[in-house]
């Protein structure tokens, strides 16, 4: 069975620092692409950050450029989200996604594996 498991949410102060990753087990994830996702209360899942498979490309929503890292360990099949200069607009539930498209990942549409999310909270 395919997991993606997030872990490292939680409450932090504006300002502050704060790492989400996403473990992937079940298969191996050789040649997807992976990314992050965020709800926020009464909003439409938003795109956050991708990661293509050799790491060699990465993308951001404008919205977080500057602030968030987006990082993998193939070796771990992890997936990490370093946010810095966090902002209570950045609170939501993060989601992780990985598909073999690019497109897929950025768009959030047809993603074939979705994680169940792990909340952040930024107070101000």
């Known amino acids: 069975q395919v997991q993606l498991v997030e872990s490292g949410g939680g409450l932090v102060q504006a300002g502050g620092s704060l790492r989400v990753s996403c473990a992937a087990s079940g298969r191996t994830f050789s040649g997807y692409t992976m990314g992050w996702f965020r709800q926020a209360p009464g909003k439409e899942r938003e795109f956050v950050a991708a990661?293509?498979?050799?790491?060699?490309?990465?993308y951001y929503a404008d919205s977080v450029k500057g602030r968030f890292t987006i990082s993998r360990d193939n070796a771990k099949n992890t997936m990490y989200l370093q946010m810095n200069s966090l902002k209570p607009e950045d609170t939501a539930v993060y989601y992780c996604a990985a598909d073999r498209s690019l497109v897929a990942v950025k768009s959030g549409r047809e993603i074939d594996y979705w994680g169940q999310g792990t909340q952040v909270t930024v107070s101000s």
């Open positions: 990661i293509t498979w050799t790491g060699g490309s990465t």
